[in-house]
């Protein structure tokens, strides 16, 4: 009877036992189970994201590559790209066109076409084409160059060393660069990025991931990886305005080198200003109309002739032919105060 009781005492206790540790053995369970399945989505997530890159630049592609053409002047060394506007005009780089007044055009079905020489501009390295005949071609939208920002995906569709409909991407590194061009004028209001560009990419259009047309590739800088420029599409515009209306682009000047530059967030509060950007000036023109008001380099423009410039291609706007020896209104900031200046532009000389 003894034996039969300890038996049944020990055969209770050891079942206790493994009840008890029933509960330890279900914690230890779920603890292992997140750790397991952290680590599954990291690849999926990783291609999607991938998937999605892809995706941005194959749109962009789709909807602007069919208006990207190759621009050989006749008679002359050379090749470069344009992008087809509407009503039958090309928009390339005036060092692609070197003042050539007829250019072969290679669509990117392979059919030649003619054009004609509308009107150029050496200082912002633009020219304007237009078709001798319909070309069938679709033209890109041309969108606002204002609305872009720093480490936004553009990509650029071009020709480069001759390789047809080469694409390239990249982000916005900078914006409302300013850059010394071939015969030593400056060219400004310039957008940065870090896509390829190449001999042959000039001309050809700087795309956004919608497909919109935010720049013209137009220069490299020589031994320096990953820094290209592009005309910004707001310029391009106002040239093309110019041109269509007047054969040229008629421009006043000041005689200061500038680049859009922000404000500040402490002087904007400060000062109770909306705007967020200015034209920075950097350089000084030596007896220019500037100089001769007391312009100095690092003064912010922020507004010309009673309206907010934000951009190079605000100031421009405002510096046309009709404010050559105008005397304008001029609001500055500087070491965190306004200033108002009036300063007399004078006709900008063609390159």
């Not at 630049?57 to 990207?68: F, H, N, Y």
């Not at 420029?229 to 305005?241: D, E, H, I």
């Not at 008001?293 to 009709?322: E, F, N, S």
Request: with cysteine.
């Amino acid at each position: 009877m003894r034996l039969y009781r300890k038996a049944t005492k020990y055969d209770r206790l050891a079942k206790a036992q493994r009840v008890r540790a029933r509960p330890l053995d279900l914690w230890r369970e779920p603890a292992m189970t997140p750790v397991l399945r952290s680590s599954e989505p990291s690849e999926p997530i990783a291609l999607d994201l991938l998937d999605a890159y892809s995706q941005a630049v194959i749109r962009a592609v789709d909807a602007a590559g069919p208006s990207v053409v190759r621009v050989m002047p006749l008679k002359l060394n050379g090749v470069g790209c344009g992008v087809v506007m509407p009503d039958g005009l090309i928009l390339t780089n005036n060092h692609v066109a070197q003042g050539a007044k007829r250019h072969e055009i290679v669509g990117p079905d392979g059919r030649t076409h003619m054009a004609t020489l509308v009107g150029d501009d050496p200082d912002t390295d633009l020219a304007l084409l237009r078709f001798d005949e319909p070309s069938g071609l679709p033209a890109a939208r041309l969108g606002d160059s204002k609305q872009i920002r720093r480490g936004q995906l553009v990509i650029a569709i071009g020709a480069p060393l001759g390789f047809e409909a080469t694409v390239t991407a990249g982000v916005v590194s900078a914006l409302g660069r300013s850059l010394r061009g071939e015969k030593g004028r400056m060219v400004e209001d310039l957008i940065q990025t870090d896509a390829a560009l190449n001999p042959g990419n000039s001309g050809g259009p700087l795309v956004t991931a919608s497909g919109e047309v935010v720049g013209i590739n137009t220069a490299i800088i020589a031994g320096a990886q990953g820094i290209c420029f592009a005309v910004a599409a707001n310029t391009a515009r106002l040239v093309m305005g110019e041109i269509l209306k007047h054969g040229r682009v008629r421009r006043a000047s000041i005689g200061v080198v500038a680049q859009q530059a922000p404000i500040p967030p402490s002087l904007r509060a400060d000062l109770n200003l909306d705007q967020l950007y200015g034209v920075l000036v950097t350089a000084i023109t030596p007896g220019g109309p500037a100089d001769a008001c007391g312009i100095l380099p690092g003064d912010l423009i922020l507004a010309v002739g009673g309206r907010t410039v934000t951009g190079l291609d605000d100031l421009l706007r405002q510096l046309d032919y009709d404010a050559v020896e105008t005397p304008t209104d001029f609001v500055l900031l500087r070491d965190g105060r306004l200033l108002a200046v009036k300063i007399t532009p004078r006709e900008r000389k063609r390159a």
